[in-house]
């Protein structure tokens, strides 16, 4: 495999990641006093990790499944079409989170995470069982799968705890 192209089909994912975290901290140093750092990372990251990421696999999918069934090192697969509808409703979440609360962001990042939480596993299952090192099943679609919603989770924490301080009493984080 040409190495060129394999480093950048594996590395693309992160641009979803670096993007939002670049928009954040121009964002940050620009924001007013009042406005919390952490409502800034929670939306950048929202709808540019989560938001725009999911709707590009999903288009992905649904425009292209061979070259994503290729990309995964697996072969085309009537169920590519309902992980694009699975990472669409990750997109809605995703962009839903440019207006919403704290509480729906960390809702938005607990839901993101039952879905790539169990896609990384199984990631990771075919790596180890089947020797699966195709660009779409290890490298940066890993690291998105893990990352976002545990950055998402911890984002809206921390601002839920601050919100919570505020207040006087602690903010319970589950429903």
Do not use: K
Not at 89 to 99: D, E, I, N, P
Not at 112 to 132: E, K, N, T
């Amino acid at each position: 495999m040409d190495t060129l192209p394999y480093a950048v089909q594996t590395t693309f994912p992160l641009l979803f990641m670096l993007i939002p975290a670049l928009g954040a901290l121009l964002s940050c140093r620009r924001r007013s006093p009042d406005r919390p750092a952490a409502e800034i990372w929670q939306r950048w990251w929202s709808v540019g990790a989560l938001g725009i990421g999911s709707l590009w696999i999903t288009l992905s999918f649904l425009a292209i499944p061979e070259a994503m069934a290729d990309a995964i090192g697996f072969t085309p697969s009537p169920f590519q079409f309902e992980i694009a509808f699975a990472n669409l409703g990750l997109a809605l979440l995703g962009f839903r989170g440019a207006s919403a609360s704290p509480r729906e962001r960390l809702t938005s990042g607990l839901a993101a995470a039952a879905f790539l939480w169990g896609a990384a596993i199984g990631h990771v299952y075919q790596w180890f069982a089947h020797g699966d090192h195709a660009a779409g099943n290890t490298g940066g679609i890993l690291a998105n799968d893990i990352l976002i919603p545990a950055v998402m989770i911890a984002l809206a924490a921390r601002d839920l705890r601050r919100a919570g301080s505020g207040r006087g009493h602690a903010v319970r984080l589950a429903a």
